[in-house]
């Protein structure tokens, strides 16, 4: 039950195929916004950005403002809920500054593992955790689940306490790159 809800959560969050790709009228705007983010990064991040596929999505069903990202090595789904559009329009400063944040993720190559947190603190057992790494790399998943027994309530709390530290990378990232240099 909660092993295939944890695997399910974790699914559905890099499902795509409910997604629609970015209309042509909206592209515009959001290569604009990430142009401009472009042009502040560091040489380093411009070669990454450069050599990496960035394909943008647009979920109509979700009126809320706040972008998402899912990420590989190498490519970047920046998806965007139609209440994006709203806060471009209103507030383009801060609409640069979320895209830099989801940017920011993807430079540091945690999407993919907070959205494994997530699934897990969602389900919340962390013995699926460690059953699930018990499938993956046995037998060290197996030799975890034993203290994951005794001290799950912790193990979440660490969870939580690594997404919010991931989360605050991302936005130290924004921040720097979208503060105007002086």
């Known amino acids: 039950g909660k092993i295939l809800e944890l695997i399910a959560t974790y699914i559905l969050a890099k499902d795509l195929s409910k997604l629609e790709i970015m209309p042509t009228k909206f592209k515009p705007l ?96 962390t013995i699926n955790i460690f059953i699930a790494l018990s499938l993956i790399i046995y037998p060290v998943g197996l030799i975890l689940l034993i203290p994951s027994v005794f001290y799950g309530k912790y193990i979440i709390n660490l969870l939580r306490q690594v997404n919010e530290r991931c989360e605050e990378l991302a936005d130290f990232f924004a921040a720097i790159v979208v503060t105007p240099n002086d």
């Open 30 to 125: 959001i290569d604009e916004k990430i142009n401009l983010i472009y042009r502040k990064m560091s040489l380093d991040y411009q070669s990454r950005l450069a050599n990496s596929s960035v394909i943008y999505y647009l979920e109509r069903k979700n009126h809320t403002f706040s972008p998402y990202m899912i990420a590989s090595s190498n490519s970047a789904y920046l998806i965007f809920p139609l209440g994006f559009f709203k806060t471009l329009k209103t507030n383009p400063a801060m609409a640069e500054a979320m895209i830099a944040h989801e940017l920011g993720h993807f430079f540091h190559n945690d999407s993919s593992f907070l959205l494994f947190i997530r699934s897990v603190i969602k389900s919340g057992t």
